[in-house]
């Protein structure tokens, strides 16, 4: 069975991750729907250099889907929740060689957001 992608929506109903994708130039999109495609097809099989844990125990459990296309380098944030599905948090453009700490918050918050509201339900 394939994985199943879910797309974090934030309360307000904007969707950060599908807001940054349909932000990028057309190829380099086209290759970040690629990605995520593959990760739907293998899961936590997928490894680098598609796929790099967030390193750090306040980050357990988020990962970084790594797009690369030319002169573009992107990051989406994602973690797996329950079986068998992963859910998109927010991507950004890679400027530095290290992830910028707003960015690791960010995406920490928005899973601890998802976490919240749905296991509430």
């Given at each position: 069975?394939?994985?199943?992608?879910?797309?974090?929506?934030?309360?307000?109903?904007?969707?950060?991750?599908?807001?940054?994708?349909?932000?990028?130039?057309?190829?380099?999109?086209?290759?970040?729907?690629?990605?995520?495609?593959?990760?739907?097809?293998?899961?936590?099989?997928?490894?680098?250099?598609?796929?790099?844990?967030?390193?750090?125990?306040?980050?357990?459990?988020?990962?970084?889907?790594?797009?690369?296309?030319?002169?573009?380098?992107?990051?989406?944030?994602?973690?797996?929740?329950?079986?068998?599905?992963?859910?998109?948090?927010?991507?950004?453009?890679?400027?530095?060689?290290?992830?910028?700490?707003?960015?690791?918050?960010r995406a920490l918050r928005y899973k601890?957001?998802?976490?919240?509201?749905?296991?509430?339900?």
């Open positions: 069975m394939e994985w199943e992608v879910e797309y974090y929506k934030k309360e307000n109903g904007n969707i950060p991750v599908l807001d940054y994708l349909l932000s990028l130039e057309a190829k380099l999109r086209a290759k970040a729907f690629n990605e995520i495609e593959l990760l739907e097809k293998h899961g936590h099989k997928l490894r680098g250099p598609y796929v790099k844990p967030i390193k750090g125990a306040q980050y357990k459990g988020l990962f970084e889907l790594r797009v690369k296309f030319a002169s573009g380098i992107s990051r989406i944030f994602y973690f797996a929740y329950r079986q068998k599905t992963f859910v998109l948090l927010h991507g950004f453009t890679k400027k530095t060689e290290k992830t910028p700490q707003k960015e690791l918050e601890e957001d998802y976490e919240r509201r749905c296991n509430g339900e």
